[in-house]
């Protein structure tokens, strides 16, 4: 079983399309009718669960719907909002957090609970906003440093584990991400997602004595 969230659309629907031709997969996000179009571009049984990660039971509801443990669970969710930070919004500054952070926070930590003593593998995608300031992108780099740090505390205490904690940091990519941030951007030079998608799963494979922990998928 693999579970994605943020597979609605961008990264995580392309993801759930390679994945689910070769595992049983449960995909999540916040709307039912893009899931299901992405359920069925999958071609395969698929598992769909509209789940809020901002709110810590419907996480643990989310992870009591999976009929068995996980062996992989990629975490896509997430959002954008840019501008200069005079111009910013409280409350959407608020979404922001909730989106990224708050979700992040609140998956994790049900995953911990669960599987720390079980070879689980969990992927959370971020962004090259959380490896550089960037901009009129304040808050969205200090939401996804945020997460950068939970992911390097949290592996600290699971350093004696055998759940693994890898870090994703994804550069542009042509998705619906852009059009929802706030910010217009020239995309010609951005991956599409169905390409990062396979780069990051091709990243992903392991060894019995290694793996890779942290990724930057740059575009070129």
Wanted: proline share 4%.
């Amino acid at each position: 079983m693999i579970l994605i969230t943020g597979a609605s659309s961008g990264l995580g629907a392309a993801l759930a399309k390679l994945y689910g031709k070769e595992s049983p997969i449960c995909i999540s996000g916040r709307n039912s009718d893009r899931l299901q179009l992405v359920a069925t571009d999958v071609g395969q049984p698929c598992q769909t669960q509209v789940t809020d990660l901002s709110d810590a039971d419907a996480v643990a509801a989310l992870f009591n719907s999976l009929t068995t443990t996980p062996s992989l669970i990629i975490h896509c969710a997430g959002s954008g909002y840019f501008g200069p930070i005079e111009t910013q919004s409280p409350e959407a500054i608020k979404d922001l957090l909730n989106n990224n952070v708050t979700s992040a926070i609140f998956l994790l930590r049900e995953a911990v609970r669960r599987y720390k003593d079980q070879s689980v593998t969990m992927v959370m995608v971020m962004s090259t906003a959380a490896l550089v300031p960037k901009a009129e992108e304040s808050t969205y780099c200090a939401a996804k440093w945020a997460v950068k740090a939970l992911i390097e505390s949290v592996r600290l205490e699971l350093k004696s584990s055998p759940m693994k904690l890898i870090a994703v940091y994804p550069g542009g990519m042509v998705t619906d991400f852009w059009p929802t941030s706030g910010k217009e951007a020239n995309t010609n030079s951005f991956m599409s997602a169905d390409e990062a998608a396979g780069m990051l799963k091709q990243a992903l494979q392991s060894t019995e004595h290694g793996y890779i922990s942290d990724l930057t998928i740059a575009r070129g």
